[in-house]
């Protein structure tokens, strides 16, 4: 029997992705790398957390991660950049989804 969490198949083949924000300023720092594995990943953020300074802390810099199509070892400056296109093109796609045209229905009178 175990007793420890057990990762599923998908969870550690699966690629993730470190990012580095501020919840006071919801500022991205972007990427700051890419894993193989959802244990792999919650470690290195784990080591990420440790090494921060408190005054880094206090300013409202964390981390968390993220499930990505990147492959691991990705330069963070790419995965960045997709990253931000990715999310670009799904917020328009949502728009785009959620637009109601503005006709007579829409007007108010």
């Not at 290195?44 to 005054?55: I, M, N, R, V, Y």
């Not at 991660?65 to 949502?94: F, M, V, Y």
């Amino acid at each position: 029997m175990s007793y420890g969490v057990s990762l599923t198949r998908d969870e550690s083949s699966t690629s993730y992705v470190i990012i580095r924000h501020n919840i006071r300023t919801y500022q991205s720092a972007g990427v700051v790398q890419v894993l193989k594995g959802r244990q792999n990943a919650e470690t290195t953020l784990k080591k990420f957390e440790d090494g921060q300074t408190s005054a880094d802390r206090h300013e409202g810099w964390r981390f968390f991660i993220e499930k990505t199509d990147l492959k691991p070892g990705t330069d963070p400056a790419q995965a960045t950049h997709r990253r931000q296109a990715d999310l670009e093109t799904r917020e328009l796609k949502a728009r785009q989804e959620t637009n109601v045209p503005f006709g007579r229905e829409g007007m108010l009178h």
